[in-house]
């Protein structure tokens, strides 16, 4: 297949090709080898629960072997993905809490707590007591309260206390408050596992609670936790793709999730030893850059650069100017061991619950972090003298990155005032039709970026302003939609006036997929701001995931419309088109108990349709629509005042 029909990023191409020539595989191929793929799968109707089956659902067998009906199946094997993407979230959070509670207790010496404002509003929340106390007596509080939330006996996820209240309130009145987010999904796999639940209902119900586990605990504290560690993001200015790759430098990538590790090497990469070390064996200079949701984590941080997102893993190795990838947890694709034996690249894997077989393993130690980031790194210096020929593509784009809750409130508002208040006006006067979240991976039954900068580009077109997470935020990078020079002039009038006063790009990279807690944040904070409604479902906002790969982009999804939002998925990429029933609850009955629901749609253009559609439909409901009638003061009206 074409390079132009993987993907849509020209350094891509240009490393796909050169892939071809020299005989490696990559994914693209290797869903070439899996084609045609199971029909049964794709529409979530096999199930291999048990040792009577595996069984699936076909004209000639309406049940399987237990009797589960295609109802069943769908919605057990939905509850399963959840499940698993919720997990992979929380147990993030877990590592960021356990590295949070080291360090406030100073067992953790590498580690500082760097956002103590962030640190008190947490404590404050969390009902920790701040005065007369020191910083790491109160983290302490803080760590202990967080971690608990993975495991607690009783009680539900504090961090849900931070919805609007009608929000809380229909959580409760369907019983799906998240309790401990172990607890959830321990529960998600007990309920799905042969001989238990058997109503679709009830099981997508816990579906629900599993996901807002996810959303609103373990995902959330992840993020809140890293802020104060490590520091919250504020905008600054960054780089994308391949080109930033140099063929003067050590060149490390960092890949994987957890900035526990990429902090580290990123920190150590500035030690003066190491780069006189680096100077001895010929290299200018030591270049850290990330792949996937760690390079979002640096890039929002640090301003470090990303190399690319989740199918560019592969494909930088290819370029033959890496020294060293260390590799942690989540979205680590197996292939990069075979890509990695074609050249000098040392592949090294990092944390004790993801080793890959045949690849050496360094384990990151809270205590040692910052020694083995060290030791790490030197093994790239050694690594620069194997380089062989190197292929580094040119394309790179500039982007301002670093757009938290906290820093999306001061642009808005200002230091002394920061404040929701001008987006929500904006919202309100119309300049701002609404808001949406394009979040999530690249998958390569898509063309790479394109679906999701498509829609990015279709939506700020109408003046809707988009915040990015994940693999997309990468994607909208590439493409120049994260550079205010660049994309302002894709905006509508009305955006652009708005992000051109505030100084703001019209797609704001707000980080990792955790981070979509960050658009959580948001939308309670518009909601309490007033204006428009009281409850998240009321919002014209929405979210989308074309390319999705991940069971954790199904668990963000579930999260968001369990929160009260749509949220439209990659037609083929949501398997649960084989039950009718669960097809018409998530697409439709939901909406009726959560406010939120479901979509498929794979054409991103349409996607942008179905999603403007519902931001009208909201802006009807609150009757900013007819702002015209009862309108408010706007500039020509407070002119024209002053001027009697
Ligand atoms: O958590 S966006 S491909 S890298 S799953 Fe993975 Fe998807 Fe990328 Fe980050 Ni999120
Ligand atoms: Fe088949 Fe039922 Fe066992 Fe699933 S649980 S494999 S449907 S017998």
Redesign the pocket.
């Known amino acids: 297949m074409e390079p132009s029909k993987r993907s849509i990023d020209k350094a891509a191409q240009e490393m796909i090709s050169r892939m071809a020539k020299l005989g490696q595989q990559n994914a693209w191929d290797r869903l070439d080898a899996q084609l045609p793929q199971c029909g049964f799968g794709k529409q979530g109707i096999c ?9 699936r659902i076909s004209k000639k067998a309406s ?6 009906d295609v109802d069943t ?1 769908v919605a057990r094997n939905f509850l399963r993905m959840i499940a698993a993407g919720v997990s992979a979230h929380s147990d993030h959070g877990r590592t960021v809490a356990e590295v949070f509670l080291a360090t406030a207790k100073g067992d953790a010496p590498d580690y500082r707590l760097k956002d103590t404002t962030k640190l008190h509003k947490l404590a404050k929340e969390l009902g920790v007591q701040t005065a007369g106390r020191s910083t790491q007596e109160i983290a302490a509080d803080v760590g202990e309260i967080a971690r608990a939330e993975f495991g607690k006996p009783e009680g539900t996820q504090l961090m849900t206390r931070r919805a609007p209240k009608p929000r809380q309130e229909i959580w409760q009145k369907l019983r799906v408050t998240p309790r401990a987010v172990d607890r959830e999904v321990t529960e998600s796999l007990h309920r799905s596992t ?2 238990v639940d058997q109503d679709f209902r009830n099981v997508l119900l816990q579906a629900s609670r599993a996901a807002l586990a996810d959303g609103w605990g373990g995902a959330m504290l992840a993020t809140e936790l890293q802020d104060v560690l490590f520091g919250t993001p504020y905008p600054g200015r960054g780089e994308v793709n391949m080109g930033v790759l140099k063929t003067d430098e050590v060149n490390i990538i960092v890949h994987g999730h957890e900035p526990i590790l990429s902090e580290m090497i990123a920190a150590a990469a500035q030690d003066k030893e190491l780069l006189a070390e680096a100077a001895k064996v010929g290299a200018k200079g030591i270049n850290v850059a990330g792949t996937c949701c760690t390079a979002n984590e640096l890039l929002m941080r640090h301003g470090i650069p990303i190399a690319g997102n989740f199918l560019n893993q592969e494909l930088v190795i290819a370029t033959g100017a890496i020294e060293l990838m260390a590799v942690d947890v989540q979205c680590v694709m197996q292939g990069l061991t075979e890509v990695a034996k074609c050249y000098h690249t040392k592949l090294v894997t990092t944390a004790d619950k993801g080793r890959i077989a045949g690849v050496e393993h360094v384990s990151i130690e809270e205590k040692t972090a910052l020694k083995t980031a060290k030791e790490l790194i030197r093994m790239a210096i050694a690594n620069f003298k194997n380089r062989g020929e190197v292929d580094i593509p040119k394309d790179k784009e500039k982007v301002v990155g670093g757009f938290s809750f906290e820093s999306i409130n001061y642009m808005l508002g200002g230091r002394f005032r920061a404040s929701f208040r001008p987006l929500n006006d904006n919202i309100i006067n119309g300049r701002i039709r609404g808001v949406a979240g394009i979040v999530g991976c690249t998958n390569p039954k898509v063309p790479q970026d394109f679906t999701h900068t498509t829609l990015a580009r279709e939506l700020i077109k109408r003046d809707v302003l988009v915040l990015t997470t994940g693999c997309a935020t990468i994607a909208c990078g590439k493409q120049g939609l994260a550079n205010p020079r660049t994309a302002l002039d894709l905006a509508g009038p009305g955006l652009r006036e708005v992000c051109e006063a505030v100084g703001i790009p019209p797609v704001l990279t707000c980080g990792s997929c955790v981070d979509n807690t960050r658009l959580l944040v948001s939308c309670c904070e518009m909601v309490r701001e007033g204006g428009l409604g009281e409850d998240i479902s009321e919002l014209p906002v929405a979210g989308a995931c074309l390319e999705s790969i991940s069971e954790k982009a199904i668990a963000i999804g579930q999260y968001f419309v369990a929160s009260g939002l749509l949220v439209v998925f990659g037609e083929e990429l949501l398997p649960i088109s084989g039950s009718a029933n669960v097809s018409e609850y998530l697409f439709r009955g939901i909406e009726k108990e959560f406010g939120g629901h479901w979509a498929v749609e794979s054409d991103p253009v349409k996607a942008a349709e179905t999603i403007l559609a519902h931001i009208e439909s909201k802006r009807d409901a609150l009757g900013i629509n007819k702002a015209k009638e009862r309108k408010l003061y706007d500039m020509a009206d407070r002119r024209a005042l002053a001027v009697e």
């Not at 199930?47 to 069984?55: A, E, L, T, V, W």
């Not at 049940?63 to 589960?68: E, F, I, R």
């Open positions: 199930c291999r629960i048990c040792s009577m089956g595996p069984c049940a399987g072997v237990c009797g589960a199946i042969m001989g």
